[in-house]
């Protein structure tokens, strides 16, 4: 029986090893092959909430798998994100072409990622959907780690420190 301090809840760092597979087994993401744990902040949206609720409770080295679908996941692609805009909305120095990815801001200052699915001259069609929409995930996760988030963590929304990509 776990000590209820050490269990991933509210409040908590979280790290985790996962891998995340297709519905037919490919692997989509991991961070198990000479990675270093993801952590995140239990309850601040850092992770999928179905996920996150999966591992509530668990404590380190517990072992969870979890199918989400789509709804649970990035949702439905949504046929108004599938758009054309106009070359100029691109770098001059770069020529589009179908199957790359963008990344950048949209009119109201959100990050936004964009994959040009067909170029027409000066017409690019894009695709502004989540890259895993309409997908069935497939979860392997081992918590490695549970601790009590900092007040600085907490007022941040994520964690800081070891494990952590975040700089100040």
């Given at each position: 029986?776990?000590?209820?301090?050490?269990?991933?809840?509210?409040?908590?760092?979280?790290?985790?090893?996962?891998?995340?597979?297709?519905?037919?087994?490919?692997?989509?993401?991991?961070?198990?092959?000479?990675?270093?744990?993801?952590?995140?902040?239990?309850?601040?949206?850092?992770?999928?909430?179905?996920?996150?609720?999966?591992?509530?409770?668990?404590?380190?080295?517990?072992?969870?798998?979890?199918?989400?679908?789509?709804?649970?996941?990035?949702?439905?692609?949504?046929?108004?994100?599938?758009?054309?805009?106009?070359?100029?909305?691109?770098?001059?120095?770069?020529?589009?072409?179908?199957?790359?990815?963008?990344?950048?801001?949209?009119?109201?200052?959100?990050?936004?990622?964009?994959?040009?699915?067909?170029?027409?001259?000066?017409?690019?069609?894009?695709?502004?959907?989540?890259?895993?929409?309409?997908?069935?995930?497939?979860?392997?996760?081992?918590?490695?780690?549970v601790r009590d988030a900092t007040a600085e963590e907490t007022a941040h929304g994520h964690p800081h420190?070891?494990?952590?990509?975040?700089?100040?």
């Open positions: 029986m776990s000590h209820p301090q050490t269990v991933a809840a509210p409040g908590k760092v979280v790290g985790i090893y996962f891998t995340l597979k297709d519905k037919s087994g490919r692997v989509l993401d991991t961070n198990r092959r000479g990675g270093k744990p993801m952590p995140f902040l239990f309850g601040a949206n850092n992770i999928l909430p179905a996920l996150e609720k999966a591992l509530e409770g668990k404590a380190k080295n517990d072992f969870v798998q979890v199918v989400l679908a789509p709804e649970q996941a990035y949702g439905a692609k949504k046929p108004e994100l599938i758009r054309t805009i106009e070359r100029k909305a691109f770098p001059p120095d770069v020529q589009p072409k179908p199957g790359m990815r963008f990344s950048g801001k949209d009119p109201q200052g959100r990050m936004r990622t964009m994959l040009v699915l067909a170029v027409d001259g000066d017409a690019i069609q894009v695709d502004e959907n989540h890259p895993l929409a309409d997908q069935e995930l497939h979860f392997e996760v081992t918590v490695c780690g420190g070891p494990g952590s990509a975040h700089q100040h």
